[in-house]
T-cell receptor, first 113, second 114 residues
Framework: GAVVSQHPSWVICKSGTSVKIECRSLDFQATTMFWYRQFPKQSLMLMAT?????????EQGVEKDKFLINHASLTLSTLTVTSAHPEDSSFYICSARSRDRTYFGPGTRLLVL | GQQLNQSPQSMFIQEGEDVSMNCTSSSIFNTWLWYKQDPGEGPVLLIALYKAGELTSNGRLTAQFGITRKDSFLNISASIPSDVGIYFCAGPPAGGTSYGKLTFGQGTILTVHP
């Protein structure tokens, strides 16, 4: 069964609003989680590394003030897309690192109108 | 940064045919991973390769870690309709591990006609 969940699975929001996406590891503790973004017919691009209890590490070109990451517990990381715009519409996928493997979540489809 | 070039971009095959796709890089990778992504889902790990020259199978899937450590291929034998999806190669950055952040190839879209 799924070991990493994401919520919501899809969301539609108005331009200018903020959207929070949750990533949970279901049966293991994940000190590190990763957030990826995937545009239609494209590959997964790493956005940031989420570390429990510390600040996230963002990849070059990803605005940390726009994509807020909080890893408040060993099983939960959240990604908040602030002041969302249509160009933020994408498929957001998280992964969670266990002792010797990384598991991907099912993804969250975001559509900004 | 490290880039992975995957080919072909897409394949249209008949059920029962064998499939081959590959991934190359201009820099050395110490680990090669092959994932499958179904529509609207996250990627699922198919095969992990950790040593140059390694040949690993998982059912009808076979993958090899190139000797130069700059390439890998994935073969699917006797394809079936449920093989449809996007196949990605991926690898960790230099010094990274297979369970850390990953760089993904562009993906190969596989369509299988019954």
């Amino acid at each position: 069964g799924a070991v990493v969940s994401q919520h919501p699975s899809w969301v539609i929001c108005k331009s200018g609003t903020s959207v929070k996406i949750e990533c949970r590891s279901l049966d293991f503790q994940a000190t590190t989680m990763f957030w990826y973004r995937q545009f239609p017919k494209q590959s997964l691009m790493l956005m940031a590394t989420s570390n429990e209890g510390s600040k996230a590490t963002y990849e070059q070109g990803v605005e940390k003030d726009k994509f807020l990451i909080n890893h408040a517990s060993l099983t939960l990381s959240t990604l908040t897309v602030t002041s969302a715009h249509p160009e933020d519409s994408s498929f957001y996928i998280c992964s969670a690192r266990s002792r010797d493997r990384t598991y991907f979540g099912p993804g969250t489809r975001l559509l900004v109108l | 940064g490290q880039q992975l070039n995957q080919s072909p971009q897409s394949m249209f095959i008949q059920e029962g045919e064998d499939v081959s796709m590959n991934c190359t890089s201009s820099s050395i990778f110490n680990t090669w991973l092959w994932y499958k992504q179904d529509p609207g889902e996250g990627p699922v790990l198919l095969i992990a390769l950790y040593k140059a020259g390694e040949l690993t199978s998982n059912g009808r899937l076979t993958a090899q870690f190139g000797i130069t450590r700059k390439d890998s291929f994935l073969n699917i034998s006797a394809s079936i309709p449920s093989d449809v999806g996007i196949y990605f190669c991926a690898g960790p950055p230099a010094g990274g591990t297979s369970y850390g952040k990953l760089t993904f190839g562009q993906g190969t879209i596989l369509t299988v006609h019954p």
